[in-house]
């Protein structure tokens, strides 16, 4: 079967969940961690390269200040327990977003945890923390900016290829595959740029009940379609017509 190099994941749905069984939104948050835990040891066994998880996004600072603080004690409490799960499976950490808006606290915890696991050589697992797309692509093209006015790079220089090299994501591969869970069918400012090719796949269960058998059946629906890419696709066809 054909697995994605890479999947990139929308966990959405934590809130409603808890909120549907008379809970806290924290609860539906602790048990999305559970989630992960679950996602991630199985991503691994699968033998998919890249995962990237939208954890906390630049809009989600809108939120009650309770309900962030908890998220940011969450996110420091889940670094400090998974440090060792994740050296014991091979995985390194990574993270895209605007860091500086993090809490020292877990800034700190994520840079410990990232040097902890930097020579690890299986998976690489992305936390998209305090991350929003269009601010990723401004803040690259203000840095393009910034070495073409210092003149080390030339306006003809900058191209696709050059771009992506200042987003984010520059170290790793475009997501093959992007589920969302809670039965929303949007991107919410998720990776636009690196989207673009990418195939989507849409689950109604909140992301708490988001289990193995579900993301088996994500990777099931991806192995069956063709992914064209456009002008390759015509040349795959082109070539199918020369050799008769």
Same mark, same amino acid.
């Given at each position: ?53 939208? %954890?906390? #996004? ?14 940011? #004690?969450?996110? %420091? ?52 923390? #305090?991350?929003?797309?269009? &601010? ?12 073409? %006015? ?8 900058? /191209?696709? &290829? ?8 520059? /170290? ?70 020369? #050799?008769?």
């Amino acid at each position: 079967m054909e697995l994605p190099q890479h999947l990139a994941i929308i966990m959405d749905g934590n809130g409603r969940w808890a909120q549907a069984r008379g809970l806290p939104r924290i609860a539906g948050h602790q048990q999305g961690v559970r989630t992960v835990r679950e996602v991630v040891k199985y991503c691994v066994a699968a033998g998919i390269a890249y995962l990237t998880l939208y %954890a906390f #996004s630049s809009e989600n600072w809108r939120r009650p200040k309770e309900e962030v603080e908890a998220l940011m #004690s969450l996110l %420091a409490t889940y670094l400090d327990n998974e440090t060792e799960l994740l050296t014991r499976n091979g995985i390194r950490l990574n993270v895209i977003g605007d860091m500086t808006k993090l809490p020292d606290n877990v800034v700190t915890m994520l840079r410990k945890t990232m040097a902890a696991t930097a020579t690890n050589g299986g998976m690489v697992l992305t936390l998209a923390l #305090s991350y929003g797309a269009r &601010d990723e692509i401004v803040r690259a093209t203000r840095r393009i900016a910034a070495d073409v %006015a210092a003149g080390r790079l030339a306006v003809e220089q900058v /191209d696709e &290829d050059v771009f992506a090299t200042y987003l984010d994501s520059a /170290d790793i591969p475009s997501p093959d595959l992007l589920i969302r869970t809670s039965g929303e069918m949007r991107i919410s400012n998720f990776l636009l740029w690196q989207l673009a090719y990418a195939e989507l796949y849409f689950c109604s269960c909140y992301w708490p009940e988001f289990d193995v058998e579900q993301l088996q059946s994500a990777l099931d629906d991806y192995a069956g379609r063709c992914r064209r890419f456009g002008a390759i696709e015509a040349a795959r066809a082109e070539e199918k017509e020369n #050799s008769h």
